[in-house]
Every structure is written in C-alpha cells, then in structure tokens.
C-alpha cells in the first residue's frame, strides 16, 4: 500500500527493513537515522519558504514505512 500511493504521489519511499512501528518515532531506535535522513530535505524545503496550501494536507516529498 505504500508503494503504491508514494508512486501516486510522487513522494520518495524508504523502507526501512526489520522495524517496528513505532521505531519510526523513537530518536532511541536503530530505525531513527534512516528517518531523519528522508525527512531533512522536507525540513530544508520549509527553511526555504517553499508555499503550500494553508488549511490542506501538502503530500511530503518524503514517506518511511517498516516492513517484516
């Protein structure tokens, strides 16, 4: 499911193989530099003053899923 809808929205995919949920928002996870390294170029898009749409999801150019 979220091959296809970051193929759909034309976000960049990284999977990150033999991690749990929640290890996608624990800083403490073996999973959390693979996390920070896709969302830092969201994050310097926003420095940027890059516009979206006030009041509405902005689809990220950034997407992390875990799989087993």
Do not use: Y
Request: glycine fraction near 8%; proline fraction near 9%.
């Amino acid at each position: 499911m979220s091959r296809r809808f970051a193929a759909r929205a034309g976000a960049v995919l990284t999977e990150i193989q033999d991690a749990g949920h929640f290890a996608l928002i624990d800083p403490l996870s073996a999973a959390w530099p693979a996390v920070t390294r896709a969302l830092a170029p969201a994050g310097r898009q926003e420095a940027a003053g890059v516009p979206h749409l006030a009041g509405r999801a902005r689809p990220g150019p950034a997407m992390v899923t875990t799989t087993r």
